[in-house]
């Protein structure tokens, strides 16, 4: 089976390498636009097979730079390849690979960061979020600086099913930093445990598939890569609004080392916290002295719906925001007077 899919593999045309192609264009490396290239088939390849079985479907690279990992894309027979890439100095290589499979790349020039790229495909590739997957990829070498902003927001994106997810639970094949790497697919009680790892894997099921070393990189970075695999959850662990739990994961994690009943304090305005707090743990029935990056999925899920509970009775305490500058003083002038007796029910 194995040696039939390398024999169905598809032979791009000749073409001159990408690290000739970027020596003729003088396409250096732009720092400022974290540029680091992937030059090595072998690991393009790599990532291009991390990504699942992409015959004919339609695969979304970004920042496809000089078109290395494109390449490797290209062998794995999509239907389509939609390229999202800022940096218009890439413009001849790719088209190079244009003319090499006409009909096969549409090339996009902006800020991925503001894409949508749910204009870019056809709906009649759209599958219901809890049938199978829609045949769609995206795959991306990101920039470094971008991929953690980029990953935040469209995990939101996933659990509101907008962008690329209004076609269904389209998968993520994505490099990162090392570290973020391992924070985003970090389990329970260790060390890289952290907000992001929380985000990431209430709403999708995400894979470390392999490191990368910086040396493979042109020019290298000084970190190592990750390539993380998400493959969106038909059931979100949390069944709360983003924003939500976004807030509530967030303030758990401020106070790492510390028990979470003291960071997760920091939800409740001043005035009332300690009564809050109580209220808060008794009735999610979570130990308050676990530290934080010992909580379980099944602790936030309860967290995150008792503070929405609470929040629904007393909607002036979801406003507070805690590192807000003079969060308590704005508070209480505001909704402190209905406050000024509060006693628990
Ligand atoms: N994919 C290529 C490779 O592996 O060799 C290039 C990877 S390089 C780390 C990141 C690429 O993303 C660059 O081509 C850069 O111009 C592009 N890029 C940077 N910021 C971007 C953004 N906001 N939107 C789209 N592309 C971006």
Redesign the pocket.
């Known amino acids: 089976a194995k040696l039939w899919h390398e024999l169905r593999r598809r032979r791009l045309p000749p073409l001159p390498s990408?690290r000739d192609l970027v020596k003729l264009y003088q396409l250096n490396?732009?720092k400022q636009?974290?540029?680091?290239?992937?030059?090595d088939h072998k690991l393009?390849s790599k990532i291009a097979k991390a990504a699942g079985n992409i015959e004919n479907c339609i695969v979304c690279?970004?920042?496809?730079?000089?078109?290395?990992?494109?390449r490797s894309i290209l062998e794995r027979n999509p239907l389509k390849v939609i390229l999202?890439?800022?940096?218009k100095r890439?413009e001849s290589v790719l088209k190079i690979l244009q003319d090499a499979c006409p009909g096969k790349i549409d090339v996009y020039w902006?800020?991925?960061?503001s894409?949508q790229m749910s204009k870019l495909i056809p709906q009649e590739h759209a599958s219901p979020w809890d049938s199978y997957q829609p045949k769609i990829h995206i795959i991306?070498?990101?920039?470094?600086n971008?991929s953690t902003p980029l990953i935040s927001r469209w995990l939101s994106d996933i659990s509101e099913q907008k962008n690329a997810w209004t076609f269904g639970r389209v998968p993520l094949t994505l490099?990162f930093q090392k570290e973020v790497a391992e924070r985003l697919t970090a389990e329970t009680s260790t060390e890289q445990r952290s907000r992001l790892s929380v985000m990431a894997q209430y709403l999708t099921h995400c894979d470390l598939k392999f490191i990368i070393k910086g040396s493979a990189?042109v020019p290298k970075p000084d970190v190592d890569v990750g390539v993380v695999k998400f493959t969106p959850r038909k059931e979100p662990l949390i069944r709360q609004p983003y924003r939500l739990v976004e807030k509530v994961v967030k303030q758990t994690f401020c106070m790492r080392g510390k028990y979470c009943c003291r960071p997760i304090s920091t939800l409740f305005p001043n005035i009332v916290r300690q009564s809050f707090t109580k209220m808060l743990f008794e009735q999610s029935l979570v130990y308050p002295n676990t530290r934080p990056y010992e909580l379980a999925m099944e602790d936030f899920e309860r967290l995150c719906d008792t503070y929405a509970s609470i929040i629904s009775t007393y909607p002036e305490i979801g406003k507070y925001e805690y590192r807000a500058v003079q969060a308590d003083i704005k508070w209480e002038n505001e909704y402190g007077g209905k406050f000024d007796s509060f006693k628990l029910p």
Do not use: C, H, K, Y
């Open positions: 990408v490396a732009i636009l974290s540029q680091n290239f992937l030059l393009t690279e970004v920042g496809p730079g000089p078109g290395g990992i494109t999202i890439e800022r940096d890439f902006g800020d991925v960061l894409f991306g070498n990101l920039p470094f971008i490099t990189f």
